[in-house]
């Protein structure tokens, strides 16, 4: 067994731990094409949450998920009953782990390394989706965006992960396969790790990540 590089790991959890693609499953039986239609409900509920941190409004993070996929349908001119609204956007609440995820958290927490979960999901979304995933016993701590009525990239949801590490923000490792997440941690001052799993370039604006993977097993 080998020291974990850092003593304290938050993870962002949607796209990072679990995978939201599989959300194109269920929406396969309204629309033509899932894979867009995911791909424009996940930037559109990003935009709102950016949207309500920097307009001071806080609005719920499973109510601007909902907001997104009605702001979807609309653009696709489909419109959703109120029980295909409510599935749809449980499905928030029960996505799969990637498959290298619990091989790798099993390997930090054996060379004694702390976890925590850092997401702008709500705190009542997170219980289940760690759950649901098969990796909520892994975590010392899930950390919600909701605590500081703000969401990423918000210096204030960063300042969770140092405060709850107790530790230095350089000392405190953010994981996460978001781009602008993983940016705005490092603008914060976390030691931030890009998983980039989909081969993305690197972004123009703010902080460089130094550190960069493909897969959570490159983490040691």
């Given at each position: 067994m080998s020291a974990a590089a850092h003593r304290a790991y938050a993870f962002d959890l949607f796209g990072t731990l679990v995978d939201y693609s599989t959300?194109?499953?269920?929406v396969a039986r309204l629309v033509p094409n899932p894979a867009a239609f995911v791909d424009a409900w996940r930037r559109k509920q990003l935009q709102y949450a950016l949207w309500a941190t920097i307009a001071h409004v806080y609005v719920d993070f499973d109510e601007i998920t909902l907001r997104a996929l009605d702001y979807?349908?609309?653009l696709d001119g489909i419109v959703l009953s109120d029980r295909e609204r409510a599935e749809l956007a449980?499905?928030?609440a029960a996505l799969p782990a990637f498959a290298d995820v619990a091989p790798a958290l099993d390997r930090l927490r054996e060379g004694g390394a702390r976890l925590a979960i850092l997401s702008n999901g709500a705190p009542q979304t997170l219980a289940r989706a760690v759950q649901s995933a098969g990796i909520a016993g892994r975590f010392d701590a899930v950390l919600s965006a909701h605590a500081v009525r703000a969401y990423k990239p918000s210096a204030a949801v960063y300042r969770l992960a140092a405060d709850?590490?107790?530790l230095s923000a350089v000392d405190t490792c953010f994981v996460s396969s978001n781009g602008w997440d993983a940016t705005g941690a490092a603008?914060?001052?976390l030691d931030v790790t890009w998983c980039n799993r989909d081969g993305l370039p690197d972004e123009t604006l703010g902080a460089r990540v130094?550190?960069?993977i493909e897969t959570l097993?490159?983490?040691l």
């Open positions: 959300l194109r499953e269920p979807t349908a609309a449980a499905g928030w709850w590490s107790g603008e914060y001052g130094a550190r960069r097993a490159e983490l």
